[in-house]
């Protein structure tokens, strides 16, 4: 995450290291095969061959096929709900939610044009799976029924309040409308640092919308 430094993160045993390594090399492996012959033609066992590994310990790290596309999404999980629950008092989850839709992050963010390149072929191994739309879709409802669940939470909603889940949907569309937007540009070929700066504009809009709807809705510390 942004101002992060060495220090801040765990210190992680030999084993554990070990273990990070793995499960980084063999989605990098996965990464680079899914982008040259796509997510359908590439079954596990290539994968497992190609990073030196055998195919249980591909499933002992990632148990679907798609999470070797998407493990790193639980991350993206944690903290949203991390942003929105440790939010100042007085601040709306809007608000929060803001900080945490405009903080660069993963690929996009990143001025080295091979990463560049490579977003744009895991965005194309993306819009060119079923599978793996299928599963970002399950993906994001589950984020939005977690941000729905805190926000029933927080606000102490009553049975059948479908405030918290008409703003956990507003706030989860807007993010997918970003991504979905980030992917057109991305597939039309842009990939100079510019595209950051426009996703961010963009973002800058959509939080504008939804002001009008939810900007003092889940303000910390009030009550309905």
């Given at each position: 995450m942004?101002?992060?430094?060495?220090?801040?993160?765990?210190v992680?045993?030999?084993?554990?290291?070990?273990?990070?390594?793995t499960?980084?090399?063999?989605?990098e492996?996965?990464r680079r095969?899914f982008?040259?012959?796509?997510?359908e033609a590439?079954?596990?066992?290539?994968?497992?061959?190609?990073?030196?590994v055998?195919?249980?310990?591909?499933f002992?790290?990632?148990?679907?096929?798609?999470?070797?596309?998407y493990w790193r999404?639980a991350?993206f999980e944690?903290?949203l709900l991390?942003?929105?629950?440790?939010r100042?008092p007085g601040e709306?989850?809007?608000?929060?939610?803001?900080?945490?839709?405009r903080?660069?992050?993963g690929?996009?963010a990143?001025?080295?044009?091979d990463?560049?390149e490579?977003?744009a072929g895991?965005?194309?191994?993306?819009?060119e799976s079923p599978?793996?739309?299928a599963?970002?879709q399950?993906i994001?409802?589950g984020?939005?029924?977690?941000?729905?669940?805190?926000?029933?939470?927080e606000?102490?909603?009553?049975?059948?309040?479908?405030?918290?889940w008409?703003a956990?949907?507003?706030m989860m569309g807007?993010?997918?409308?970003?991504?979905?937007?980030?992917?057109?540009?991305?597939l039309?070929?842009?990939?100079?640092?510019?595209l950051a700066r426009?996703v961010l504009?963009?973002?800058d809009?959509?939080l504008?919308?939804l002001?009008?709807?939810?900007?003092?809705?889940?303000?910390?510390?009030?009550?309905p």
């Amino acid at each position: 995450m942004a101002g992060e430094t060495a220090t801040d993160a765990p210190v992680l045993g030999l084993r554990e290291r070990k273990k990070q390594q793995t499960r980084e090399l063999i989605a990098e492996t996965a990464r680079r095969m899914f982008s040259e012959r796509g997510f359908e033609a590439v079954p596990v066992a290539a994968i497992a061959r190609a990073a030196e590994v055998s195919e249980q310990t591909v499933f002992n790290y990632f148990p679907r096929k798609e999470d070797l596309v998407y493990w790193r999404m639980a991350s993206f999980e944690e903290e949203l709900l991390a942003t929105i629950r440790e939010r100042e008092p007085g601040e709306s989850a809007l608000a929060a939610f803001g900080r945490f839709a405009r903080r660069p992050r993963g690929m996009l963010a990143s001025p080295e044009p091979d990463v560049r390149e490579r977003l744009a072929g895991l965005t194309r191994t993306i819009v060119e799976s079923p599978a793996l739309l299928a599963r970002e879709q399950q993906i994001f409802a589950g984020y939005t029924d977690s941000l729905a669940a805190l926000l029933a939470e927080e606000q102490g909603a009553k049975a059948g309040d479908i405030g918290p889940w008409v703003a956990a949907n507003a706030m989860m569309g807007a993010h997918r409308a970003l991504v979905a937007y980030a992917r057109r540009r991305i597939l039309a070929g842009a990939r100079d640092p510019k595209l950051a700066r426009d996703v961010l504009a963009e973002a800058d809009r959509a939080l504008a919308m939804l002001e009008h709807g939810l900007g003092d809705y889940a303000v910390k510390g009030a009550r309905p």
